[in-house]
């Protein structure tokens, strides 16, 4: 089929008015920049113009809802930047509603008006791209949203004279007050402190205060950028420095970095329960998590019992609904 067929084809199943499937394929292709390409087959189009083509189709049924289900996973990296333009664009000039399914966090920043984070089935957090980037509510949010992802040091919350520190045991970090304030119940305790390579400001000699010491391990210049690849005695983290600061970073260089601790975060470390690693310094609003039927606060646990055949279970199952049944 050509373009104009593949885009019509839903129309002429519900036996639509030829001159209104005209009308609305070409406006249609009008929007997509497809007007020159109608004629042609699939195999003459580029990987761009066939998603624009799966597109098209959608848009002439004039839908109030479309959904995206990772539709640029399979285009090379330059397509995708450029598609990721056209449906954003696309999505003003409609102003329809659109859902867009992606694992790619940079797609969901830069596309979304909203952002639903998902994990293993359960809500993380909703909110505006940068309302995530900034405030995430837990430790995988926090470590989602953002590229390169947020670095995440084990540390220890001591009590030092009238100030509450965080020792990471090869230097020591002081949490700004409303951190401090927080972190008073965490005392003896080992949480996660999370700071965002860009965030990091690199020093020329060591800091008087929050002084990060570290070993580079291995870098990655990017021309505006370079991405430093840190290591203290036990734990990595990358930072990242304009060009311009220093040119040159040799393997194995010892540098420092001052953290700006009012956009640090510091999460409840769980290893057993990964949901219930908060942000421990920040109160966010969470009705997402709220069972609307008991109350209930918190990810509701289900248990799988994998060690069940599929088929057994089915079975299982059926003769289950059989006997309510005859009761």
């Known amino acids: 089929m050509t373009v104009y067929d593949n885009m019509a084809f839903g129309l002429k199943i519900r036996k639509m008015d030829k001159s209104e499937i005209q009308r609305r394929v070409d406006e249609a292709a009008k929007i997509l920049g497809l007007t020159q390409y109608l004629d042609r087959k699939p195999k003459a189009l580029s990987g761009g113009q066939r998603q624009r083509v799966a597109v098209g189709r959608a848009i002439v049924r004039n839908p109030k809802v479309f959904l995206f289900d990772e539709p640029l996973s399979n285009l090379d990296a330059k397509l995708r930047v450029t598609m990721r333009g056209e449906i954003a664009a696309l999505h003003q000039r409609l102003q329809a509603t659109m859902i867009y399914v992606t694992h790619d966090q940079i797609e969901a920043m830069t596309m979304g008006t909203k952002i639903v984070v998902m994990k293993d089935g359960h809500v993380q957090q909703i909110g505006e791209p940068l309302y995530l980037y900034n405030h995430p509510i837990n430790k995988f949010v926090a470590g989602f949203i953002g590229s390169p992802p947020m670095n995440f040091l084990t540390v220890t919350i001591k009590k030092e004279g009238d100030k509450i520190v965080a020792d990471e045991g090869t230097f020591v970090l002081v949490p700004t007050a409303e951190q401090q304030e927080a972190l008073k119940a965490y005392v003896g305790k080992e949480v996660y402190f999370g700071v965002r390579p860009e965030d990091m400001a690199i020093q020329s000699a060591p800091a008087a205060e929050n002084n990060m010491q570290m070993k580079v391990t291995n870098k990655e210049p990017l021309g505006a950028e370079t991405h430093l690849f840190l290591a203290t005695k036990g734990q990595n983290i990358i930072a990242r420095v304009m060009s311009s600061t220093k040119e040159l970073f040799k393997l194995g260089e010892t540098?420092?970095?001052?953290?700006?601790?009012?956009?640090?975060?510091?999460?409840?470390?769980?290893?057993?329960?990964?949901?219930?690693?908060?942000?421990?310094?920040?109160?966010i609003d969470a009705p997402w998590l709220v069972n609307a039927l008991t109350g209930a606060v918190g990810y509701d646990k289900v248990t799988v019992d994998s060690s069940l055949d599929p088929e057994e279970a089915r079975k299982q199952a059926k003769a289950a609904k059989k006997a309510a049944k005859k009761q």
């Open 255 to 283: 540098v420092n970095f001052v953290p700006a601790m009012d956009r640090c975060k510091f999460f409840v470390k769980n290893p057993e329960d990964l949901d219930a690693e908060l942000n421990i310094c920040e109160k």
